[in-house]
């Protein structure tokens, strides 16, 4: 099946080129990215245009003013630019490994979304990472990561798991699985059947929230954290405040204790605005 890939950016062009790299080298192919810019700058045009001349990528870029953290409504945007039935969500500072879209494409059922995480990454570490290191598969390499500054941890595992391990570990992990906006997917209907992400809320929570909906709609979770790997390349967070944090967790305490389905702030919203503009 064809599916969309979507991820947020917000002036880091440097790093959405190694993510870009990333969707280059993937085995499944039968994909178009959405890439939801959050109101950056003209170097991540220049960036996104030039791509697109070399590259065999389907790339949407669907682009809004600069009005501070509004990563659900850029978000919305574009799942309604989307032309697919099935949508992976990752970020733009996010690089898929070349299995990336396969796994959830084979791992998709009916009436579920599936759940995976990221291995994160130093600076030092982020910054050596190449075009030829991604395309190469040597960025997902641990023991290539070892040799640039990554610090042991238990956390490899994710990514030298393969296979029934990789199987066995998403089993048995004690981990929830929820809606992760750096790894996460599901079918476009019943993103839709909630009204999407809540543009209420900012930064802190905001994806976990739409999957609290889901699970309230009885849409289920699938673990994948230890098969649909992506490696997370370091920055800083100047958007978070201890005020959205609190705001989004008080968000989300209300839609688990009320069963929560819908959001009023939302898709329709947009499709609204599309109409009008």
């Known amino acids: 099946m064809k599916v969309s890939v979507i991820f947020s950016t917000y002036n880091m062009p440097l790093w959405l080129e190694k ?5 280059e080298c993937q085995t ?3 994909f178009e990215i959405i890439i939801a810019d959050d109101g ?14 070399s590259s065999r990528l389907n790339i949407i870029h669907v682009w809004q003013e ?4 509004q990563k659900s409504r850029i978000l919305n945007k574009a799942i309604l630019n989307s032309t697919t039935d099935y949508l992976i969500f990752t970020d733009g500072d996010c690089i898929p490994r070349n299995d990336f879209v396969q796994v959830h494409v084979t791992k998709a059922r009916a009436g579920y979304f599936l759940s995976g995480g990221y291995f994160k990454l130093p600076m030092i570490t982020s910054e050596m990472i190449t075009r030829d290191d991604v395309i190469r598969q040597r960025a997902f390499d641990i023991n290539w990561l070892y040799a640039r500054g990554l610090e042991k941890t238990y956390k490899s595992m994710k990514l030298t798991s393969k296979g029934f391990k990789a199987d066995f ?27 999407g992400f809540n543009e209420d809320m900012k930064y802190g929570g905001q994806d ?6 889901l699970m309230n709609k009885g849409i289920k979770g699938i673990q994948v954290r230890y098969s649909a790997i992506c490696i ?21 305490k209300e839609t688990r204790r009320s069963k929560k ?4 702030n939302g898709l329709v919203k947009q499709k609204e605005a599309l109409r009008t503009n």
Request: aromatic residues 14%; without cysteine; hydrophobic residues 30%.
């Open 19 to 23: 993510v870009l790299w990333g969707y």
């Open 28 to 30: 499944y192919q039968d």
């Open 40 to 53: 950056s700058g003209p170097d991540t045009r220049t960036l996104i245009d030039d791509f697109k001349k």
């Open 66 to 69: 600069d009005e501070g953290f």
């Open 169 to 195: 570990l998403n089993f048995i992990t004690p981990a929830t699985a929820t809606w992760n906006g750096h790894n996460s997917s599901g079918w476009k209907e019943d993103l839709l059947s909630i009204n």
């Open 208 to 213: 976990r929230e739409l999957g609290e909906r």
């Open 232 to 252: 997370h390349l370091d920055h800083k967070r100047e958007y978070k405040t201890k005020e959205s944090v609190l705001f989004n967790l008080n968000v989300r």
């Open 261 to 264: 389905i819908w959001t009023e």
